[in-house]
């Protein structure tokens, strides 16, 4: 029966595929597929996992002492026999030879069909097994991940063209996979990124979570704070993610589908409408010049920028370098290599780098989990940098060392106190006299401050005796002003971009470095947005940074602007007392 899940619109698009759940297990999990000659493999590891489990717990259990609550001993033959459980097993074989999971992913999916039906039984006793079946789940995770892994995850593209092959429909069409979750880091939608699936749905997260970020970049159709949609679709349900009315429809019926598909080819034809203005110069009508550049996550994504006509990054956020590394953090090698590989990719047009911003719904990994009360308002960004400056230092020689590559901007997240600015500045100083007294050489580079907390937007003057540029992160800066998690979906409908009181702050911030001539621009989702460009660009704004696939109709609107009438119309918008947003044709 065909039903629909409300969510957030977050990329935009359409899929349709068959769904595939991913479980939240508490152990951080990777999910890759693997090739057909490593299943034996994989299998075995389960395997191996599952008796290590099984000699412990009967370790253990040998090892009792006689005083012990009986309860303790039942618990662990129940758990013994869970192990053993035949329904487990099956599964865990079906995920990985039919659908060629690697070894984790299949063990907590099986997990998941399993835990279902036990909260469909009537029994309460054999309802309460549930948790001692996910105990031992995330024992044999444990333990497999303590252990080397015989089977490295296989090339992206090789896993694209494998799965793609393996799940022909009868007609020889390929099947696309849609991913439902309940919620993914942004370090696990990382690693999905060069994968094969076509559409994304998680149960929580707001608009701009990091995670939906992600997604963005990825430019999948995606839906977050679809709230129970991880518990109401099936594995292998035919699903419809359309990611412009931020909805999923399940099991969509004949008609349904016929006409997400006419919609799905009319976007490919508008997408091939505006390749046409890779080369036009983002001009408005009336003859100013806007620069379009781009936000990435990974080096890779460079490349991929100017193809899609950005003229510089605008934001390059290095957390995603140093996430999901179980607290191993990359070293100046490895560091200085990503920026290098980014700012050569730019093929001489700027590289804006922006030092490690964790913390809140970005953290390392699962098991550095902030787990603060209000971790947005915690150590985070500049802060965590600050915290540990020997660490901090490691991140400033790489980027200072990759500006020998090409021009560097180098750019600072969260900063709200000018005893913040003074310490981040020594640091910078600092690591330039070590890379001298190493006789490393080393390149220059405009430092920038991101204005992404109120006190910073208001401080933008005397942010400017600092810094050559400012960068307004509107995602943190709706955030704060409003006092709006930006990752709650229950709040969501409050994280309004268009509130007379952020866009107060945005424009002061731009006509204060307007005033000064120095550079600004909006590295925030909304730079991206098309229902925001105009207003922008009457507020004076000239630089806009995004995901690359929007640069393109950013810069459709770009070409149809007249800056004079908007900036009538912005100054009217500025005056309201409530969001106002239908601009003047
Ligand atoms: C922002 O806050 O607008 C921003 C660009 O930074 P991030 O989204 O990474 O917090
Ligand atoms: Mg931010």
């Not at 899940?5 to 595929?17: D, E």
């Not at 996910?134 to 090339?155: D, F, N, S, T, W």
């Not at 953090?329 to 050569?344: F, G, I, M």
Request: hydrophobic residues 45%; contains cysteine.
């Amino acid at each position: 029966m065909t039903f629909s899940i409300p969510g957030l619109a977050v990329a935009r698009g359409i899929a349709i595929g068959r769904a595939v759940l991913v479980g939240s297990s508490r152990v951080d999990v990777a999910h890759y597929f693997i090739e057909s000659d490593q299943i034996e493999a994989e299998i075995e590891r389960v395997r191996r996992g599952r008796n290590a489990v099984a000699e412990e717990l009967q370790r253990l259990q040998d090892e009792m002492p006689h005083d012990a609550p009986h309860e303790l001993a039942a618990l662990l033959d129940v758990h013994l026999l869970l192990l053993q459980d035949e329904a487990l097993s099956s599964g865990v074989k079906h995920w990985i030879t039919d659908r060629l999971y690697n070894a984790e992913w299949a063990l907590t999916t099986q997990l998941e069909v399993i835990v279902r039906q036990f909260d469909e039984m009537e029994d309460e006793y054999l309802r309460e097994r549930k948790a001692d079946l996910e105990q031992v789940v995330e024992r044999i995770l444990r333990y497999m991940k303590g252990v080397a892994h015989p089977v490295a995850p296989p090339p992206p593209n090789a896993s694209r063209r494998k799965t793609q092959q393996d799940l022909l429909l009868e007609d020889g069409m390929d099947v696309p996979l849609v991913l439902v979750a309940h919620d993914l880091s942004p370090a696990d939608m990382l690693q999905f990124k060069e994968s094969v699936f076509a559409g994304f749905v998680t149960d929580v997260g707001g608009k701009t979570s990091h995670t939906a970020i992600v997604a963005r970049s990825m430019d999948i159709p995606a839906v977050v704070g679809a709230r129970t949609a991880s518990q109401l679709v099936r594995q292998d349900d035919w699903v419809i993610i359309d990611g412009d009315a931020g909805i999923m429809i399940v099991d969509p019926s004949a008609i349904i589908l016929a006409e997400y598909g006419f919609r799905q080819r009319q976007m490919e034809l508008e997408r091939e409408r505006l390749s046409r203005l890779r080369h036009t110069p983002a001009v408005t009508l009336d003859g100013h010049k806007v620069e379009l550049l781009a936000n990435i996550e990974q080096p890779a994504d460079a490349v991929t920028s100017v193809r899609a006509g950005a003229v510089g990054v605008g934001l390059f956020r290095t957390e995603f370098l140093f996430m999901g590394r179980n607290g191993r953090l990359p070293d100046e090698e490895e560091q200085y290599r990503a920026y290098r590989q980014a700012v050569e990719g730019m093929q001489g047009l700027p590289t804006t780098i922006r030092t490690i911003d964790v913390g809140a719904d970005k953290p390392l990994d699962k098991a550095h989990k902030d787990d603060n009360i209000n971790p947005a308002l915690g150590l985070r960004a500049i802060r965590w940098s600050l915290a540990d400056p020997a660490m901090f230092r490691v991140q400033l020689r790489a980027v200072l060392r990759a500006a020998t590559h090409g021009p560097v901007n180098l750019l600072f997240p969260m900063l709200a106190h000018a005893s913040e600015i003074r310490q981040t500045l020594a640091q910078v100083d600092l690591a330039r006299t070590e890379l001298d007294e190493r006789g490393t050489p080393y390149g220059p580079v405009r430092l920038g401050a991101m204005i992404e907390i109120p006190a910073a937007a208001l401080m933008a003057r005397s942010f400017l005796r600092y810094f050559d540029f400012l960068s307004i992160g509107t995602n943190d800066l709706i955030q704060y002003t409003l006092a709006i998690d930006r990752a709650d979906e229950s709040v969501s409908h409050l994280y309004d971009p268009w509130h007379p009181a952020v866009l107060r702050l945005v424009a002061e911030v731009i006509a204060e470095c307007n005033a000064q001539g120095r550079s600004v621009s909006v590295c925030g989702e909304v730079a991206g947005d098309v229902a925001m460009t105009r207003l922008l660009l009457g507020l004076g704004l000239r630089s806009f940074s995004m995901h690359p696939a929007q640069i393109l109709a950013v810069k459709q609107e770009v070409l149809r602007a007249d800056t004079r009438k908007l900036s009538v119309w912005a100054q009217q918008v500025l005056a309201c007392d409530e969001p106002a947003n239908s601009a003047p044709l």
